[in-house]
């Protein structure tokens, strides 16, 4: 059984940062890209990034590009998000997810990690 | 990267059809085979419903069908059932490895 189950979230002040984990089980990890949606409270799904299988590429939205990074460790089964510089904006439930042949859909979701950027 | 335009709200009887439109443009949905759609109940994690525009994955109900025609996808949801009220989203590859979601429906069943 797939299973994705994202941690790290948390109350951080403004200018904050967090390192959010997803750690995978039930496939091969390594065949599959992974991305991070986020979803403000009360609000709409946004993808924020994607990593390709072997870490060597990575894509982010305009609105969280050079201050967001996604990482993974393949032998871990486990993939990350740093987020940095954090804004009130950035208040969201973020989900971890997997990629269809890399990023025409996502299959399986986490149930998701709040956080919280408030003073 | 602006969002895909979903109606925010859609509703049906029991047992009636109800379609969802997701307009985007041609360099995403029009451009690309790769629209999906998202199942999401309040406080749930979404749930792919529909993925490369017509297609199911296996334990969703043949009741959920995908299409598309230029710049515009569409979700029916045939046979409407309680359980269907949810919200929907659509999302599709924009290219540069990026997605792009629609800002959601919200379907209610009367």
């Known amino acids: 059984e797939v299973q994705l189950v994202e941690s790290g979230g948390g109350l951080v002040q403004p200018g904050g940062s967090l390192r959010l984990s997803c750690a995978a089980s039930g496939f091969t990890f390594s065949d599959y890209w992974m991305h991070w949606v986020r979803q403000a409270p009360g609000k709409g799904l946004v993808w924020v990034s994607l990593?390709?299988?072997?870490?060597?590429?990575?894509s982010y939205a305009d609105s969280v590009k050079g201050r967001f990074t996604i990482s993974r460790d393949n032998a871990e089964s486990t993939f990350y998000l740093q987020v940095n510089s954090l804004r009130v904006e950035d208040t969201a439930v973020y989900y971890c997810?997997?990629?269809?042949?890399?990023?025409?859909?996502?299959?399986?979701w986490g149930q998701g990690t709040l956080v919280t950027v408030s003073s | 990267q602006s969002a895909l335009t979903q109606p925010p709200s859609a509703s049906g009887s029991p047992g009636q059809s109800v379609t969802i439109s997701c307009t985007g443009t041609s360099s995403d949905v029009g451009h690309y085979d790769y629209v999906s759609w998202y199942q999401q109940h309040p406080g749930k994690a979404p749930q792919l419903m529909i993925y490369e525009v017509s297609k199911r994955p296996s334990g969703v109900p043949d009741r959920f069908s995908g299409s598309k025609s230029g710049n515009t996808a569409s979700l029916t949801v045939s046979g409407l059932q309680a359980e269907d009220e949810a919200d929907y989203y659509c999302s599709s590859y924009a290219g540069s490895n990026k997605l792009v979601f629609g800002g959601g429906t919200k379907l209610t069943v009367l």
């Open positions: 997810a997997r990629g269809i042949r890399g990023a025409r859909g996502l299959d399986y």
């Open positions: 990593i390709d299988s072997d870490g060597s590429s990575a």
